[in-house]
């Protein structure tokens, strides 16, 4: 005697031969994608605004020119970018200095408003004619000076900005903003881009 299988049995039987191994598997995969949001780009520096107070320490620029913190930092109705680095640095310094000069590529036709202040950190080392080569490397203008001086008057300029970190080799990426008119520094700890350091500076100076 035949037995005779039931109709949805047969039905269900033909639906799973015939539908494509994966199907389930791949609409899984695809559904979720096709919804998933951009995550946002992390910053990769930590931004706060602080006072330092400008001393009266002097220094020798690039140009072997005996110059007053304070004169140097004086207010004049443009803003000031300032960082600490040295140039045998194989690290971060090169990465630091030449955001700075791309930094005035970015600003375009108001690079002219800023000035820009390196100081070293290896003043036995960086003399004023090794930074002059330095600012040379990296077409520094005449906006931009590179401050030198004694080893305490180094050390002291770094713990004013609170970036003393005790050793050349355990400094970290620092840059400082100041707008016209104001007391206050921007601090940005970390490595900004030259486009952020940028828009920094704009945000600064409202037009």
């Given at each position: 005697m035949k037995m005779r299988i039931p109709?949805?049995?047969?039905?269900a039987t033909?639906?799973?031969?015939?539908?494509?191994v994966g199907a389930t598997e791949a609409k899984s995969v695809a559904g979720p994608a096709c919804c998933a949001k951009p995550?946002?780009?992390k910053a990769q520096y930590v931004r706060t605004v602080a006072s330092y107070p400008v001393s009266n320490l002097r220094f020798l620029d690039q140009e072997s020119r005996d110059v007053v913190l304070a004169d140097v930092l004086r207010e004049d109705g443009r803003p000031i970018a300032l960082n600490f680095v040295f140039?045998?640095?194989?690290?971060?310094?090169?990465?630091m200095t030449a955001t700075f000069a791309k930094l005035r590529n970015e600003l375009g036709e108001s690079a002219s408003d800023l000035r820009l202040?390196?100081?070293t950190i290896d003043p036995e080392h960086d003399t004023p004619a090794v930074l002059h080569q330095y600012a040379e490397r990296y077409a520094a203008g005449a906006d931009w000076r590179f401050l030198?001086?004694?080893v305490e008057e180094i050390v002291a300029v770094q713990k004013a900005f609170d970036?003393?970190?005790g050793s050349k080799m355990n400094h970290r990426p620092l840059t400082f903003?100041?707008?016209?008119g104001s007391s206050d520094w921007v601090r940005i700890d970390g490595f900004a881009s030259a486009a952020e350091l940028a828009a920094e500076v704009r945000s600064l100076t409202p037009r």
């Open positions: 109709l949805f049995l047969a039905a033909m639906l799973a031969v015939f539908t494509p995550q946002p780009k140039t045998t640095c194989n690290t971060i310094c090169p990465v202040v390196s100081v030198t001086g004694t970036a003393f970190a903003l100041r707008a016209p």
